[in-house]
């Protein structure tokens, strides 16, 4: 697994599109690692990505965590520890 | 010889494939003499962004040509028989061909009969087919649309698409399932534009009941588009993150999303069939001055829930 690129989704996944360099492709990572966590902290989840390993974790505040490698996963992961679907159309998505 | 012009119809549930079907199928040839009718329901044209500039288009956006925007699907196949027709048209220049590709969620036979019955367009065009694409791709989320069967029942040639990304068993399970609805068509298959006779082991028999709608189903609520306006500087981070969520949590109601948005490795324009987004395509500089946007069509969903949770992609 390289180090530089540190790949965050397995290689093709769709968001890749939008970076061209690696250095592209680990800043908008990092920059959607914050994102994530702003808005699961509305369902008192914690999302976190270190930026190198391919591996992000969702965990709640009883200390389950799940692993994750994609980003369609994080709402999977988040909505079995939450209890029901993550909804973006609710108004408590984000503030 | 038949001096009218040939037209044919591609059709095809939304996703399915059929503006890259129609990308290669206008590829090598002469331009010069064909003329594309591009139809898309909701009210932004998007597919002629993908097709050749120098081709004669027409784009009717905003309805179906089936239906609501059937009067000025008509009308502009008047006009083009009308300038076709004329005394001092060039004879060798003039349009021969046509091809229409019709919104996801038309019904083929409606265009057909439109232009069959027409006193001045039955004269001036002969359809010549009408082809249907069947996503091979999709699992069965859209074969209980009673409108997919619609479709594949009056199609000449019947393409399922995409079958490099299934295998030989799903392409059998489609294959059984269009000819269930057609018994006739002519059923091939179709990669990037390369079209193939099915082999053997795709033509394999397979029990289909359990996939096909049931009798009782209930009744369905009709498509709905809904367009999100993006602002110039919109974060493709944002874009990723909406996206995704609401297909996560809603991609049973959402058919199909387009977008095309800025980012950092350039214009993108981003489509999506049901809770799959495909790969984005990279849009040339000519489209750089146009402005962003989200396309979303569906059913069963609240307008004003998408709107109010849209500012997210603006933040």
């Known amino acids: 697994m390289c180090a530089n690129c540190g790949f965050p989704e397995t290689l093709g996944y769709w968001s890749d599109a939008g970076s061209i360099t690696a250095n592209d492709r680990i800043r908008s990572r990092i920059i959607r690692a914050k994102k994530i966590n702003d808005i699961l902290i509305n369902y008192n989840l914690r999302f976190s990505d270190d930026g190198t390993s391919q591996y992000c974790q969702v965990s709640n505040l009883l200390g389950e965590v799940k692993v994750i490698t994609q980003i369609d996963e994080v709402w999977e992961a988040a909505a079995s520890l939450y209890g029901r679907p993550i909804d973006p159309l609710e108004k408590n998505f984000f503030a | ?315």
């Open chain 2, 1 to 315: 010889m038949d001096r009218r012009i040939q037209l044919s119809i591609i059709s095809g549930f939304l996703g399915s494939g059929k503006t890259t079907f129609l990308q290669h199928k206008i590829f090598k040839k002469d331009h010069s003499s064909i003329c594309i009718v591009i139809n898309e329901a909701g009210d932004i044209s998007i597919d002629d962004v993908l097709l050749d500039d120098k081709i004669e288009k027409i784009k009717i956006s905003g309805g179906c040509i089936c239906c609501d925007s059937n009067a000025e699907f008509v009308e502009k196949l008047i006009d083009l028989c009308g300038i076709r027709n004329h005394a001092n048209a060039d004879f060798n220049n003039r349009i021969d061909t046509i091809l229409v590709e019709t919104s996801g969620i038309s019904d083929p036979a409606a265009i057909y009969d439109s232009i069959v019955n027409h006193s001045i367009l039955g004269r001036n065009i002969v359809v010549k087919g009408i082809s249907v694409l069947l996503d091979a791709f999709d699992s069965n989320t859209f074969i209980s649309e009673p409108l997919i069967a619609k479709q594949l029942a009056c199609a000449d040639d019947i393409y399922i698409t995409k079958t490099d990304l299934v295998s030989n068993e799903v392409v059998a399970q489609k294959y059984n399932i269009a000819r269930y609805f057609n018994p006739s068509a002519l059923i091939r298959s179709c990669s990037k534009g390369e079209i193939q006779n099915l082999t053997e082991e795709q033509t394999r028999q397979f029990g289909i009941k359990s996939i096909l709608p049931d009798a009782k189903t209930k009744r369905v609520n009709s498509y709905e588009t809904f367009i999100v306006n993006l602002e110039e500087n919109t974060d493709w981070n944002n874009l990723v993150i909406w996206v995704s969520a609401l297909l996560s949590c809603h991609g049973d109601k959402i058919l199909r999303l387009k977008g095309i948005i800025n980012s950092p490795a350039g214009r993108l324009l981003v489509q999506g069939v049901g809770p799959n987004i495909q790969k984005p395509q990279r849009l040339p500089k000519e489209f750089y001055e146009s402005k962003n946007f989200l396309v979303l069509i569906g059913r069963g969903f609240d307008k004003t829930d998408i709107k109010r949770s849209a500012n997210f992609l603006n933040t």
